[in-house]
């Protein structure tokens, strides 16, 4: 087997929504402090591990239940195509919910001096549910991602916690800035995940996923990525406003929104959404450079 198809299968355009997330927290925690650098790389990597795991956990689970089968509209996976066994990516789920686990214990065990022993047994119970919720979402008897609870996952892991994590971690604290930026990367999440099931509508269907754009239909489910896309851009607006950031980045933070809400709107095709997870993943990226390059 060729090491290509392990990295198709780790799907590289959605690390980028990871990093993303995790930058912006650290961007909350540049407000406040200097960046602890060791801390920093081990929340990247604690995070990467995690959305590794949820993409090989997704694809084992989705081919289990049927949501990967040849009428799906997007490229094919893995475990489906038949390119890696069921046994090997459920022995490659073992082996980065462990790299998870580990990465996340050192990330406490650094942050303990400044979070304190109590705080770091309940982030641990937290990362250890971030570990099920990765799992859980396609897995199981009764997969949340098929009742369409992945939209709330998402906002919650994505959002909430990588950004507000990843401040109170270096700060022991978390400010005004942190929460907006949480809800700006967590809906730009969200609308990523809502791009991937309105190009699989057809595809869930059959299978009995229940995602938001199986729920709303097509017509909505475009109406509700413009309102998450819009509110990510609302909540950007804001943190421009209180960090008194250059007014150059008001109309760059616009731009970007605008043109994915554009290309989105242009889409008449359930194929047509493949290529838009791509281009907001990195738009988020560049949300957040942006934001770097601004303070």
């Given at each position: 087997?060729?090491?290509t198809?392990?990295?198709k ?16 927290g650290l ?18 990597l ?8 949820s993409n090989f ?11 990967d089968?040849?009428?799906?509209k997007?490229?094919s996976?893995?475990v ?23 990465s996340?214990c050192f ?8 979070i ?5 047994f ?5 990362g250890?549910a ?9 897995n ?6 098929y ?10 892991f ?5 950004v ?13 800035v942190?929460?907006?930026l949480?809800?700006?990367f ?6 990523v995940l809502?791009?991937?099931?309105m ?19 097509l ?32 109309p760059?933070?616009?731009?970007i ?10 889409v ?14 990195l738009?988020?990226f560049?949300l957040?450079i ?6």
């Open positions: 087997m060729k090491i198809e392990w990295i299968a780790a799907r590289l355009r959605t690390l980028f929504l990871s990093l993303s997330c995790i930058w912006a961007l909350s925690v540049q407000t406040v402090q200097k960046v602890d650098l060791l801390i920093s790389v081990f929340t990247f604690t995070a990467l591990f995690l959305q590794i795991l956990a997704n694809d084992y689970g989705d081919s289990i239940h049927g949501a089968n040849t009428t799906r997007g490229p996976r893995a489906q195509s038949g390119v890696i066994t069921k046994e090997q990516m459920k022995f490659a789920m073992i082996i980065f919910a462990a790299l998870s686990f580990i996340g990330l406490l065990f650094l942050a303990e001096p400044i304190g022993s109590t705080a770091v309940s982030l641990l119970g937290l250890l971030a570990i099920a919720a990765a799992i859980a979402y396609t199981g008897k009764r997969p949340y991602g009742a369409g609870l992945g939209d709330i996952s998402v906002f919650i994505f959002g909430l916690v990588a507000l994590g990843t401040q109170y971690l270096q700060t022991a604290a978390i400010n005004k942190a929460v907006w949480a809800c700006a967590g809906f730009l999440s969200v609308g809502n791009l991937n099931n190009r699989d509508i057809s595809s869930d269907i059959l299978a009995g996923k229940k995602s938001i754009p199986v729920r709303l239909g017509p909505k489910a475009k109406i509700y990525h413009t309102l998450l896309l819009s509110l990510a851009l609302l909540c950007l607006l804001v943190v421009a406003n209180e960090l008194h950031l250059n007014a150059w980045v008001i760059a933070f616009s731009f929104i605008g043109l994915n809400l554009f290309l989105n709107n242009k008449k095709e359930e194929i047509g959404f493949d290529p838009l997870l791509k281009w907001l993943s738009s988020t560049l957040s942006i934001l770097f390059m601004a303070l």
